[in-house]
């Protein structure tokens, strides 16, 4: 029996029938009376629309190969993942948009360079084949620990606010009273990667690894490949968390060392 090399085409037909999936969770949804159709019909279809045009928009790029064009589309996905950011965190008097902007947009090109030109040792590093998946991994990835990280943050400085000025009042700088609390934001951020490592390979086979699989990829490459992404991830995440919550950290607090919050929102008071 011969083996099947390369990944098998898929038609639009084919492709069509995957909407007996959607169709599936949204009879969940009706029978659980959960409201949650218009929001999975939207969610299907902008997957759909985004991902078509995605996929143009690489044919297009990879056909110039331009490195403007290139950073120009990484630039484009850091802006709409702290865009995400900004929705899913519920303090918005303390400014983070500009930190989280810059420090992921460093951060990640840097981490992304140094894996496409040093380790894989793509020509040019920023060729788009690679850059641009492996850095859409660790925005995709990281946006989601720094989220975690900054709600965790801000929740904890309005639940905690009498302990933290407490030890205000007593002489500890600002960074000291909020020690514990920006710890536990930082491990909520980085632990989702780090069980990530623990977990992948024997819980689940992750998106890169399978592709290349399905592509007729030997799977020990692919392995490495994983490997590589794995720690990739890990590192920028931390990296980003640790550097933007030691930002928006000063930020919470005023010259006069007081814990600033968002008015009307602190625990036991009402409007």
């Not at 977990?199 to 490997?227: C, H, K, N």
Request: net charge positive.
């Amino acid at each position: 029996m011969q083996m099947t090399t390369g990944a098998l085409d898929i038609s639009w037909v084919e492709l069509g029938v995957t909407s007996l999936f959607i169709i599936a969770a949204g009879i969940i949804s009706l029978w659980g009376r959960l409201g949650l159709g218009r929001p999975l019909l939207t969610g299907a279809a902008r997957c759909v629309l985004q991902l078509a045009a995605m996929g143009y928009v690489l044919r297009f790029i990879f056909d110039l190969s331009s490195a403007w064009i290139v950073f120009s589309l990484f630039a484009v996905m850091v802006v709409f993942a702290v865009r995400i950011i900004r929705g899913n965190v519920s303090e918005h008097a303390i400014p983070f948009v500009m930190p989280a902007f810059f420090t992921m947009f460093s951060v990640y090109a840097l981490i992304s360079c140094m894996v496409t030109g040093v380790i894989i040792g793509a020509e040019p590093f920023w060729h788009p084949q690679y850059f641009i998946p492996l850095a859409g991994m660790v925005v995709g990835n990281s946006m989601t620990a720094l989220g975690l990280s900054l709600d965790r943050l801000f929740s904890d400085l309005k639940t905690k606010k009498d302990t933290v000025e407490m030890m205000l009042c007593l002489g500890a700088t600002a960074k000291e009273a909020s020690r514990d609390i920006f710890n536990d934001a930082l491990k909520a951020g980085m632990m989702p990667s780090i069980n990530s490592l623990a977990g992948v390979g024997l819980v689940f086979i992750p998106g890169m690894m399978t592709g290349q699989i399905l592509s007729g990829e030997d799977p020990m490459l692919a392995i490495r490949y994983q490997i590589v992404v794995m720690f990739m991830l890990v590192a920028s995440t931390a990296l980003t968390v640790v550097i933007v919550l030691g930002i928006v950290r000063r930020r919470c607090f005023g010259p006069a060392q007081q814990l600033i919050l968002t008015p009307g929102k602190s625990p036991g008071k009402s409007n």
